[in-house]
Every structure is written in structure tokens, then in C-alpha cells.
């Protein structure tokens, strides 16, 4: 199965946590938290269309400004998802500037805050000089997006502060059997994203049809060459309290995850202080995944004590997670 969630953390294990989804075929890309996002290209920058905060501490955050420049010229809204402190948070951001030269700018800033119950939907559009203008406000079992390709589920946490973990799940996964394709005398193309993007947006809808060379063919048609399988599931949490209540709640969030990254701050010798400063150790975030039946522990998040050995947390951690 080619994957369609392409993850990539950008800064090391002691650095501000962050992590980059590129969707395979679509010219766009999710990000998950908002801290030093300098080491991404000005071209996947602007390829972002959604990012989810776990919370507002500065390393979570401060890439918003980093962002904001990177996209200012872009025609399609920006999406920011987090906890109910997002939404002044991001107003106070923009205060911060003077807009006297931006009404014509396409910009869009769509903020969604999250409170456990129910979520906030505000606008922030450059037309209006970054004004904030109040849609909508819903209530919500956790799923905070959905479209037909996937959707992201979120869950609040105790960090002393609420802070949100996030999943990532693909609806369904379409593999084309090609040896099929071929016997009925089609060939690999474009027009495959374009069959896949049917089947997703329009399932069981016998009027739509496909252009492949200069031959139209209903999709119907075409639809045993297509393999219907389990979707790819991705996790992210960090900067968590070790109570049960947190766990608990994780642990159902992140079930059976492809991959699930998760913050590792501090050793097991150092529970007390991981107790206090409300962030998980590494033998806890390695025993967490395995209870969850978590494919693979991608570990981040380090503290710097350990920047002279951080090999010790990935074997606590391992250890717990692989047996």
C-alpha cells in the first residue's frame, strides 16, 4: 500500500516539536504544531492548509508569524485548529502588525478553538484588516474536520493548561489492481486520481464518468480494478500530564495507529520532575502505544538534559513499547 500521508518531523528530538503531512496527490499539506518552522520550504509552506495546535506555549507557537508571511499571498484559507486559548492568541498576533496595506489581499485566516464540548469558528480576513468576525459555534464529540479523503479527530488533555492531541485517519484506502487494469487494455495515468477522488466523493453514483485518451467511461464500470482497504491512521500528542484520565483518553484517540509521535521529555528516574512540569516519561509514552496497539513510536520532544545521551530515553521508551 502506497501511503497517503507523507510525515516528516522537522526539528530533532530537543527542538520545538512539528510535524508535516504531505498528502500524496494533492497540493496541499497538514501541519501539526506550530513552533520554529524555519526548516520548511517556501514551497510546502504555502502548500499548508491546515495546522492543529496542541497548545499555545511558545514552543508549540511561535512559528505563526513564520507562517503567516508564507502564505499572506495566498487566495485559499488558511485553516488553525487548537484549544480555546488559540483564539486570542492568534488576535493578539495580529495586532501586533499594522495592516494599512492589506485590504487587498486575498488572505483568510479560519480559527477553530476547541474546548472539549464545543467549537468556536472565527474569521480573520485581510479585507477587513484582520478584524475578527464570529461564525459559528457547535458542539462536537472531538472530530474537528472531515472531507472525503480523511478526517482529524482531537482530544483534550491536561498540561496544566488544556492542550489537544490529535488523529489523523484516512476514510478508506483505494488501491488499483493493475494487472486487472491492464487486461482490460487501460494504462497507468493522471486520470487515476481523478477515478479515486470519484469513488471517494461520489460512491455508487452511476452517472459519473471518466475521460481516459478520448474514451468516456462510466466509473461504475471501472470499479473492480479498485481494492478497497483499511485507511492510514496517524497520531500526535505531546506536553501531557501522567494522570490516568490522560492516559485513558489518548489511548482510545490513538488506537491502532499506523503511526503515533509522541513527546518523550523525560526519563523514568526523573518522575517526579516529569509529575511536576506535567509532560510524560519516555517508559510511559512507550507503554501508552503498546496498549494501543500503535504500529510504530515515533518519540520526539526531548528535554535538554538528556542532549548527551538522548539514546537512553528512545531504549526506555522502546523498550516499554517493543518488549
Known sequence: MKPVFHCKLINNYFDDPCLLVRILHEKKALLFDLGDIHKIKPSDLYKITDVFVTHTHMDHFIGFDTLLRGVLRKDTPLNIYGPSSILPCIQGKLKGYTWNLIEDYPTEIHVFAYNGNHV???????????????VSKSKSDGLLLKNPLFAVRAVRLDHGIPCLAYSLEEEFHINIDKALLIRKGLSVGAWLNDFKRILREHPGDENQTIRIGDKSYGVLELSDIARITRGQKISYATDIAISQNNLDRLSRLIKGSDIFFCEAYFLEE??????????????????????????????????????????????????????
Do not use: W
Not at 120 to 134: C, D, E, L, P, Y
Not at 278 to 303: I, N, Q, R, W, Y
Open 120 to 134: 468556536s469558528h472565527s474569521v480573520f480576513a485581510a479585507k477587513n484588516g484582520f478584524r475578527k468576525q464570529t
Open 270 to 323: 526523573d518522575l517526579k520532575r516529569a509529575v511536576a512540569r506535567s509532560h510524560l516519561t519516555a517508559k510511559t509514552a512507550g507503554a501508552l502505544a503498546k496498549k494501543a496497539d500503535v504500529k510504530k513510536l515515533e518519540l520526539m520532544h526531548f528535554s535538554s538534559k538528556y542532549r548527551d545521551f538522548p539514546d537512553k530515553v528512545i531504549h526506555e521508551a522502546m523498550r516499554e513499547f517493543c518488549g
